[in-house]
């Protein structure tokens, strides 16, 4: 064999096939990246939650029925634990990417060993977790007001999960369309926050007039906090299995959209 078939015969530069995954590297930096400013991350939604339940327990307890025989400050509670995860699970992703965008480091996702498949897990795993944190802290904070004890931890736990990874998927299909913090802002401005607020945190859907409880309905944030609640009361607007089907149903759409476009280096690659 002469000396070219030999070199026609190998690729010049042999594939590594020992240096494994990116995958850990990628998860830790983006839970160390809200945990390092926790203060900011952690600490600050809890504030806001106990702001807006100081004010409006005091405002309305009393006079808001709700669920019949539930205080409407116990009530109130699974609802500002529940947009409080799903803010800062949005939060997490969206920001993250943005930031790699515009300071340029975007690329050192793209080089390493990393598939979209990994590169959306440890998105939407870091998303989940501080979603969590923030909820749990929340709950914690509010013991010290009124006692709150969960009736069913499977119902709460599922709920809490899927509704941060359909709030952790949308952050990723926005930090990916965004290309400045303009755009990231209109998309939680104007989707994000009246999806939210409209969803029945603050009001069970049937004190709604028909129409308004129509359109209800058709938000998917409503169905994650009425099942969320279920967890607590046993009691909700519409059937846990029903919300449940919708909150899925809505999470395995949009990880195929986000999968799609991570896969297609949809603004990733320009």
């Known amino acids: 064999m002469s000396w070219s078939d030999g070199m026609s015969s190998s690729p010049l530069i042999q594939p590594r096939t020992d240096m494994g995954s990116g995958f850990p590297t990628l998860l830790r930096k983006e839970l160390t990246r809200f945990w390092k400013v926790g203060f900011q991350t952690i600490a600050a939604p809890v504030i806001t939650a106990l702001l807006y339940l100081l004010i409006f327990a005091h405002v309305l307890e009393g006079r808001v029925q709700v669920f019949g025989t539930v205080p409407y400050t116990s009530f109130l509670i699974p609802g500002l634990m529940m947009m409080s995860m799903l803010q800062n699970a949005f939060a997490n992703p969206s920001s993250s990417l943005i930031q790699s965008r515009i300071t340029g480091n975007l690329v050192f996702i793209l080089l390493p060993p990393l598939s979209h498949r990994e590169i959306f897990a440890a998105y939407i795993l870091a998303a989940t977790v501080r979603g969590l944190c923030v909820g749990a802290c929340v709950w914690l904070v509010a013991l010290f007001f009124i006692p709150l004890p969960v009736s069913n931890v499977l119902w709460v736990l599922v709920f809490a999960v899927l509704s941060c990874g359909i709030m952790g998927t949308l952050g990723v299909i926005a930090g990916l ?8 802002a209109a998309f939680q401005n104007f989707l994000i926050m009246p999806a939210t607020f409209l969803s029945g945190v603050f009001y069970s859907i049937h004190s709604l007039p028909p129409f308004w ?9 409503f169905y994650t906090i009425d099942g969320f609640r279920y967890g607590f009361f046993a009691v909700s607007d519409v059937s846990p299995w029903h919300s449940l089907a919708v909150v899925a149903a809505v999470f395995f759409v949009l990880c195929f959209f986000a999968l799609r476009l991570l896969a297609s280096g949809y603004k990733l690659r320009t």
């Open 177 to 184: 369309w965004s290309e400045k913090f303009d755009q990231l």
């Open 213 to 221: 409880l129509a359109v209800s309905r058709w938000n998917p944030i």
